[in-house]
């Protein structure tokens, strides 16, 4: 295909034209369909070279306000809606297991593994609040040799990451083996509804869109476990104002749960308690791998 004179129509063939040595026929498909769309936008829009370098600009700033604590383009994915249509897209749900949801820019690797029972939240401000959760398969069954990742903000709604003067420090998130029950225990601070991030690109985004950026109150879950599919969801506190309107689209009714309130007295780990405090439980029901891919 002749490459001269290509006017706002042509333009597109002559990209794919270009791309048709390319080995992977993903790769092909994939950034083919891309750049399909990329040009389909722009003639429908009309777009002015002002908005593209104003694009440009807000991509790189995007890129530079990430670093190994901060996920631009994660939260811009995720107000964007786009974590949710691929995540239900990629976990369609078959019926009893645990819905999935989007994993939020705060999860942090080398989180610190703790014993059953372990307060996550020591000598962190807030309501204490104790979790028992459970790890089983769509027949009830305990899933041997799960991992339980946890974490969730503070009492104002933020993550330690977002403490600067915590230097660092891993609070509010911990690692925890189930016992042979599938059984996990552990202690924290009741979770706040918070507002994602917004001193970047993408507040700027939210505001031009007259949106707000508040997350209703969760705890965030990541279970792994051999055999089954990563689980990566929330539990979401029931009768949050926010739970219809979350900034990353990432609620399912089946992840809302009374985080329930309890006069002072003894928890259920035993410690009596001098202020109230609240218990969240929730079971987990794990997919198996699909065949296709266990192979
Ligand atoms: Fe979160």
């Known amino acids: 295909m002749a490459t001269q004179d290509l006017d706002e129509s042509s333009i597109t063939d002559a990209v794919l034209a270009r791309m048709r040595r390319a080995k992977s026929a993903r790769f092909k498909k994939v950034i083919g369909s891309l750049v399909r769309h990329l040009h389909d936008f722009a003639r429908e ?25 901060r996920q631009e383009f994660i939260l811009l994915s995720d107000t964007l809606g786009l974590s949710t249509l691929l995540t239900q897209m990629n976990h369609r749900s078959k019926g009893g297991e645990t819905e999935q949801t989007v994993w939020g820019p705060f999860h942090r690797v080398k989180t610190p593994k703790f014993p059953l029972g372990a307060n996550i939240s020591e000598k962190v401000r807030g309501a204490p609040c104790f979790v028992n959760i459970t790890i089983r398969d769509a027949k009830g069954k305990p899933v041997k040799g799960a991992i339980v990742d946890v974490w969730h903000s503070d009492d104002d709604g933020f993550y330690d990451v977002q403490h600067k003067a915590w230097n660092g ?38 505001k031009a869109s007259a ?47 009374t985080y329930e309130k309890h006069k002072a007295g003894v928890a259920p ?16 029901v794990l997919r198996p791998v699909r065949r296709s891919k266990a192979r």
Not at 187 to 202: E, F, M, N, Q, S
Request: aromatic share 12%; charged share 30%; proline share 6%.
């Open 169 to 206: 420090a891993m609070r509010m998130r911990g690692i925890f083996n189930p016992d042979d029950e599938g059984r996990v225990w552990f202690r924290t601070i009741l979770p706040t509804a918070y507002p994602v991030p917004t001193d970047g690109p993408v507040g700027e985004l939210l």
């Open 45 to 69: 829009v009309e777009l002015t070279e002002a908005e593209w370098e104003y694009g440009i600009d807000f991509l790189t700033r995007t890129g530079q306000k990430c670093d190994d604590k």
């Open 269 to 284: 780990d035993g410690t009596r308690m001098r202020k109230d405090f609240y218990t969240l439980e929730y079971d987990f």
């Open 211 to 257: 949106r707000h950026p508040m997350r209703p109150a969760h705890m965030h879950f990541l279970v792994e476990a051999p055999g089954y599919d990563r689980l990566v969801t929330h539990v979401f506190n029931a009768g949050d104002e926010y739970l219809d309107s979350d900034a990353v689209f990432g609620v399912r009714k089946s992840l809302v749960r």
